[in-house]
């Protein structure tokens, strides 16, 4: 479930920022520059941030159809 509130919440702040910034390459970034601070290996942060916003790109194609 918490999973899910904070897709909805990745959702909204797209929807907001899209029109003036690259969210995906500042939701990169941030959520790499997060994880490592966690003590997370590069490598597996990565692959959480891309996982997550591919979640988030299918979620966001299934929104528009």
């Known amino acids: 479930m918490a999973a899910g509130d904070l897709i909805a919440q990745l959702y909204r702040l797209r929807a907001f920022l899209v029109p003036t910034w690259d969210f995906d390459a500042i939701a ?20 959480a941030v891309d996982e997550v ?6 979620l966001i194609h299934d929104n528009l159809n």
């Open 53 to 58: 916003l591919t979640i988030l790109g299918k």
């Open 28 to 47: 990169r970034a941030h959520g790499i520059a997060a994880l490592r601070a966690a003590d997370v290996s590069p490598a597996t942060a990565e692959a």
